[in-house]
């Protein structure tokens, strides 16, 4: 009885000198390789840092020269419209379990309220993502760039392009919410535009409220013609990155092209979601011009921004059998359907890419808010090698003027002259 006592007696010491030798650390800590495991016992407002890292970002600081800059964390604001629509139309779409589609959505947020033990949770979160993104109506990015980083050779070469996505359902402060027939969901433009070689290289696509594949067009410069592509090009790289059509801005699949999805749970990490540094110095040049990457230090290819606590939802995609990944793990807040980081997975199940995203709050061209993606890390951990999305600050939302019929396949032609 003794033992027991002087045992447990111990463990309790133990357990307090454990508890009373963690900090509570301050926004501006910076976590690397070399204290991480001094930290990890740690707190940041008041969340065990051991926690707010996952598996994965433990491994990427201590092996792969990843910092993580702590900042105080800051809510995020959604826009007026966008809570409204939620608000007006909550209880109105219904998740069909056999069909595994939606029926009834009108607008916002389909399902503002899921809840954990709801065996179709994770699929509604998918549907919410791909339904009701907080950016109002347009996506109008007129200037972003493709930076191909290498893990020895640096900043190898960059890539500018356009990018357009105009919703036709669920517009928000808009009457009516939809426009056309109601069978197309979103038009979308990706094209470059620099360097000449590739100028005009892109796909104008059509996304169908419904499981049928997207219709998808690519200008061919070197015959001056259009091309209709089939339905698989959802899975296919983007010009020669480290991505997959599949993987703008994390996940851009209709939610039923996936085998299936597993809600894994929720949980807090560091995440950049009121990005703070600037993307792109035009005024600079060489490494200067990117600050949000750091080119100077090997790998290259990772991030510098501040991160902060959020809540988010861990939910395992699992994709076709045709596809590249066998599963995709994505991050996504549990406030708004965005993703700040993913996991993909090869055939054979083993780690492939590791994406993170860097979201802002900006205000629409209306007087609204909206969320943006201000940079974006595509990191192929198998290749050694990596894509990073930056976006200029001419990035707009909800710009006025721009209409349907003026996101088309005519637009890639005009880029390629």
């Given at each position: 009885?003794?033992?027991?006592?002087?045992?447990?007696?111990?463990?309790?010491?133990l357990?307090?000198?454990?508890?009373?030798?963690?900090?509570?650390?301050?926004?501006?800590?910076?976590?690397?390789?070399?204290?991480?495991?001094?930290?990890?016992s740690?707190?940041?407002?008041n969340?065990?840092?051991?926690?707010?890292?996952?598996?994965?970002?433990?491994?990427?600081?201590?092996?792969?020269?990843?910092?993580i800059?702590?900042?105080?964390?800051?809510?995020?604001?959604?826009?007026?419209?966008?809570?409204?629509?939620?608000?007006?139309?909550?209880?109105?779409?219904?998740?069909n379990?056999?069909?595994?589609?939606?029926?009834?959505?009108?607008?916002?947020?389909?399902?503002?309220?899921?809840?954990?033990?709801?065996?179709?949770?994770?699929?509604?979160?998918?549907?919410n993502?791909?339904?009701?993104?907080?950016i109002k109506?347009?996506?109008?990015?007129?200037?972003?760039?493709?930076?191909?980083?290498?893990?020895?050779s640096?900043?190898?070469?960059?890539?500018?392009?356009?990018?357009q996505?105009?919703?036709?359902?669920?517009?928000?402060?808009a009457?009516?919410?939809?426009?056309?027939d109601?069978s197309?969901?979103?038009?979308?433009?990706?094209?470059?535009?620099?360097?000449?070689?590739?100028?005009?290289?892109?796909?104008?696509?059509v996304?169908?409220?419904?499981?049928?594949?997207?219709?998808?067009?690519?200008?061919?410069?070197?015959?001056?013609?259009?091309?209709?592509?089939s339905?698989?090009?959802?899975?296919?790289?983007?010009?020669?990155?480290?991505?997959?059509n599949?993987d703008?801005?994390?996940?851009?699949?209709?939610?039923?092209?996936?085998?299936?999805?597993?809600l894994?749970?929720?949980?807090?990490?560091?995440?950049?979601?009121?990005?703070t540094?600037?993307?792109?110095?035009?005024?600079?040049?060489?490494?200067?011009?990117?600050?949000?990457?750091?080119?100077?230090?090997?790998?290259?290819?990772?991030?510098?921004?501040g991160?902060e606590?959020?809540?988010?939802?861990?939910?395992?995609?699992?994709?076709?059998?045709?596809?590249?990944?066998?599963?995709?793990?994505?991050?996504m807040?549990?406030?708004?359907?965005?993703?700040?980081?993913?996991?993909?997975?090869?055939?054979?199940?083993?780690f492939?890419?590791?994406?993170?995203?860097?979201?802002?709050?900006?205000?629409?061209?209306?007087?609204?808010?909206?969320?943006?993606?201000?940079?974006?890390?595509t990191?192929?951990?198998?290749?050694?090698?990596?894509?990073?999305?930056?976006?200029?600050?001419?990035?707009?939302?909800?710009?006025?003027?721009?209409k349907a019929?003026?996101?088309?396949?005519?637009?890639?032609?005009?880029?390629?002259?």
């Open positions: 009885m003794r033992i027991l006592v002087s045992t447990l007696a111990l463990a309790t010491t357990s307090f000198a454990a508890t009373a030798g963690a900090a509570e650390l301050k926004p501006g800590t910076v976590l690397n390789a070399s204290n991480l495991a001094g930290h990890l740690d707190s940041f407002e969340h065990p840092i051991s926690d707010l890292l996952t598996e994965r970002m433990q491994k990427l600081i201590k092996d792969e020269g990843l910092t800059t702590l900042k105080a964390s800051q809510p995020v604001e959604l826009g007026r419209d966008y809570l409204k629509a939620t608000q007006d139309n909550a209880g109105k779409a219904k998740y379990h056999d069909t595994r589609q939606v029926e009834g959505w009108v607008g916002g947020i389909p399902f503002p309220k899921v809840e954990a033990d709801d065996p179709d949770a994770a699929a509604k979160l998918i549907w993502h791909h339904y009701a993104q907080p109506n347009l996506q109008d990015y007129p200037k972003f760039a493709y930076l191909f980083i290498g893990e020895k640096g900043l190898e070469r960059r890539q500018e392009w356009a990018f996505r105009y919703y036709m359902k669920g517009r928000l402060g009457d009516p919410a939809v426009e056309g109601g197309i969901l979103t038009k979308t433009l990706l094209y470059a535009t620099y360097p000449s070689d590739i100028r005009g290289l892109g796909l104008f696509t996304r169908y409220d419904s499981p049928k594949l997207e219709d998808s067009w690519a200008y061919l410069k070197s015959v001056r013609r259009t091309r209709r592509l339905g698989g090009t959802w899975m296919d790289p983007i010009g020669g990155t480290d991505q997959l599949d703008i801005e994390i996940f851009n699949a209709h939610p039923s092209w996936y085998a299936d999805y597993k894994i749970g929720k949980r807090w990490i560091l995440a950049v979601a009121n990005s540094t600037k993307t792109w110095d035009a005024k600079a040049s060489g490494n200067a011009e990117f600050p949000v990457i750091d080119l100077d230090g090997a790998p290259h290819w990772n991030p510098k921004d991160w606590p959020r809540e988010v939802w861990v939910i395992e995609a699992v994709t076709p059998p045709e596809h590249p990944y066998s599963k995709k793990v994505l991050y807040d549990t406030q708004f359907p965005r993703f700040y980081q993913a996991e993909a997975y090869d055939r054979k199940g083993e492939w890419k590791w994406m993170n995203y860097h979201l802002k709050t900006i205000k629409t061209e209306d007087g609204d808010k909206g969320i943006i993606s201000a940079a974006g890390f990191i192929d951990y198998q290749r050694r090698h990596g894509t990073v999305f930056i976006l200029a600050d001419s990035a707009k939302l909800n710009t006025p003027g721009i019929d003026n996101v088309n396949l005519g637009e890639l032609e005009k880029a390629a002259r």
